[in-house]
């Protein structure tokens, strides 16, 4: 019954789709479902390593069905959207970070520049960042997920930061870690974002859940959207919950990622990351 209560499905990736290179099992089979009964079905991630177009190849690859990248909001598609639509930037970015946030500011027309490239892939030394020159086009440190982070990614963004008059920090998502295969969690872009925070004295201005940013997005791209019956699905109360709470929709909260049965046990101080619905799977949904 509740399911027929609601007509778009926001479903968050990691820790509810999959797990790393693992699926959850029975997740196809409810996305599926839930498209053959006409429901709306969204997905969006706070992972910024691939752009929209490389996240459909990765749901298929998971046998879950996507009709085309409309259906994803990325944090990595957030980032340019963001700089392009709200800041109308029109410097250069640097990047520290994977492809999918260079390609959607490419999508979108704006330059950029990994931090992986400026530094030759390799650490530096403290004498030779200090003799460093800055790129004076560069205004914005775009910081995601980098599974390739060292000092000398920091110290650039730094550098640049006390260089470049009016340089910022944005962030993709502010995540400590991510839920990956066999019940393991790995540090997320939230660390490394951290480390940059610190490094340059300056906080980012974040655009991944559960900032409002996505979300707005998903509204303007569908302006009839009714959100008193859409759902947020997701594994986290400070991100998911509180992303679908704050935008209006109701929300799911499934245990297969980060939060635990446990954690449930304990109070929930903020009732904006307090869930509508909790069940153990994506697989239950129709149980």
């Known amino acids: 019954k509740r399911v027929e209560d609601y007509d778009t499905f926001i479903f968050d990736c990691d820790g509810v789709l999959w797990r790393g290179a693992d699926k959850i099992p029975g997740a196809s089979d409810t996305v599926k479902k839930l498209m053959d009964m006409g429901k709306n079905v969204y997905f969006v991630t706070n992972n910024s390593t691939k752009s929209r177009k490389q996240y459909v190849s990765k749901i298929q690859k998971h046998a879950i069905p996507i009709k085309d990248s409309t259906q994803i909001l ?34 979108h027309g704006i330059e950029s520049v990994s931090a992986g490239a400026m530094l030759q892939n390799k650490q530096w030394t403290i004498p030779e960042l200090l003799k460093f020159k800055v790129d004076p086009d560069v205004g914005v440190v775009v910081v995601g ?69 996505m979300f707005n997005a998903l509204k303007t791209m569908n302006p009839g959207i009714d959100l008193k019956r859409a759902i947020m699905v997701g594994d986290r109360l400070n991100t998911d919950m509180r992303f679908g709470n704050q935008g209006g ?12 049965e446990e954690r449930l046990k304990e109070p929930i101080e903020n009732e904006k990351e307090r869930p509508s619905f909790v069940i153990k799977s994506v697989a239950d949904l129709f149980k």
Do not use: W
């Open 145 to 213: 997920m980098d599974l390739e982070f060292t000092y000398s990614k920091s110290a650039l963004a730094a550098l640049h930061m006390q260089k470049n008059k009016g340089c910022f920090l944005l962030s993709t998502n502010q995540d400590y870690t991510f839920p990956s295969e066999g019940g393991m969690f790995l540090p997320g872009a939230g660390a490394a974002v951290a480390h940059v925070e610190a490094a340059c004295e300056m906080k980012a201005v974040n655009v991944g859940k559960p900032e409002s940013f």
């Open 249 to 260: 929709a109701s929300t799911l909260l499934v245990l297969t990622g980060v939060t635990s």
């Open 74 to 107: 990325s944090s990595a598609f957030a980032a340019a959207s963001y700089l392009k639509h709200v800041r109308k930037f029109e410097k250069k970015a640097l990047v520290i970070g994977h492809e999918g946030i260079e390609l959607e500011l490419k999508e």
